[in-house]
């Protein structure tokens, strides 16, 4: 059995979560609640009875899940982390939180940003998320295009 303690970041609030997972089943221990899951592929998660489709996106002590339309953020207890929703500030990577559609990109190649500028709006489940600059500096590439659907972790810009 593998137990993982994890803070849960949602607005101001930090809730605790502890996972204790052994060959694709386990428990969710979140605040006073117990929810048995079993992993049913790579996609999809049995929680409580009931079945979610899922992706989970693993950055460094960060773990950026989404499930069932809504996206989470999880920080590793004990660690220390950017509130940038997958982006790497050491690298200027700008990364897609969850699977969904690019609407607009707001820079150009070249363009100077400012940290935590919108750079790039997607949707998905009919909600929109704006993704910020992690630093301040200048767009060196831009992997995506509005209309274009992208997976959850695709890599869209760098900032340098």
Known sequence: MIARELQWQTGDQQVSVRIEESKGHGTFHISNERLPFRILDSSHIEISGR??????????DAYTVWLNGRTYR????GKSGSQQTLANASTGEIRAPMPGKILRVDVTVG?????????????????????????????KDIRCAA??????????????
């Not at 079945?51 to 460094?60: I, T």
């Not at 209309?147 to 340098?160: F, N, P, R, S, V």
């Open 147 to 160: 209309g274009q659907t992208a997976e959850m972790g695709q890599l869209l810009m760098i900032l340098e």
């Open 51 to 60: 079945r979610y489709r899922f992706y989970v996106h693993r950055n460094r």
């Open 111 to 139: 363009d100077s940003v400012a940290e935590k500028q919108t750079v790039v709006v997607m949707e998905s489940m009919k909600m929109e998320t704006s993704l910020p600059a992690p630093i301040a500096g200048r767009v």
């Open 74 to 77: 999880l920080l590793r207890a």
